[in-house]
């Protein structure tokens, strides 16, 4: 069993019968949705719908057997169970390297609690390890682009390998940014990004994480964020 496999595996520990819950992306939550729709057709789990974030996990809840609901229908949801590019000792977040970071965003925000399930790569000291994702509109992207560039060490389009921009579930760009040694003020950041027209939404998820499943070698263990 590899390490996504083992946190995802640990993460059905919180799920209980006649929970509503958000689907996040990424490679982990495959793990996570196939044993979820063994539980419920074993009869294990009654009564569990999720509502997914993006086509791709529509696709596998559906082939795992999970029932699906909406927003609209459960605007309230139990739990949401996601992954994470990058967890820092707070519990904040970078995610959206799966190309699904404002579905996932507002579903979480939807759920009495999110919980995060990553394997030991995932953690870092301070946030900016890799790529943030933001998402943008097409129109005027190359504005939006030249400005990330003001903000970061480098930010660049993301492409297609054919060299097409990517296009979100929602019809919008992706912008990858880097920061050379991390991101500072990942909060003043934030606030940058929030209030810049044309910026739809950013993958900095800050303040919202309940609790992370961390699988290593040794086994999982469960991480409450450090600081209120």
């Known amino acids: 069993m590899d390490l996504k496999e083992k946190a995802a595996r640990q993460a059905q520990d919180h799920v209980r019968d006649g929970m509503v819950l958000g689907l996040g992306s990424g ?37 795992a057997g999970v029932p699906l609901t909406t927003l609209e229908a459960h605007p309230r949801l139990d739990l949401a169970i996601d992954g994470a590019d990058e967890v820092d000792p707070r519990l904040d977040l970078i995610k959206g390297l799966g190309r699904a970071l404002l579905r996932e965003k507002i579903v979480a925000a939807q759920a009495d609690r999110f919980l995060i399930i990553v394997d030991e790569s995932k953690l870092v000291d301070r946030l900016g390890a890799g790529p943030l994702p933001v998402e943008i509109l097409p129109f005027g992207a190359a504005v939006q682009v030249r400005w990330l560039q003001g903000l970061s060490s480098r930010a660049e389009l993301w492409l297609e390998e054919d060299g097409r921009p990517i296009v979100t579930d929602n019809g919008n760009y992706l912008v990858r940014c880097w920061f050379e040694g991390g991101i500072v003020d990942a909060r003043a950041l934030a606030r940058a990004l929030a209030d810049r ?21 040794q086994g999982t263990r469960t991480l409450t964020a450090a600081i209120p």
Do not use: N, Y
């Open 27 to 63: 490679t982990t939550m495959r793990h996570f949705l196939a044993r979820l729709g063994q539980r419920l057709r074993s009869g294990e789990l009654r009564g569990v719908v999720g509502v997914a974030t993006s086509a791709g996990v529509e696709a596998q809840a559906r082939r």
């Open 197 to 217: 027209a044309g910026v739809i939404e950013h993958g900095l998820f800050l303040g919202m994480t309940d609790a992370v499943i961390v699988a290593s070698p």
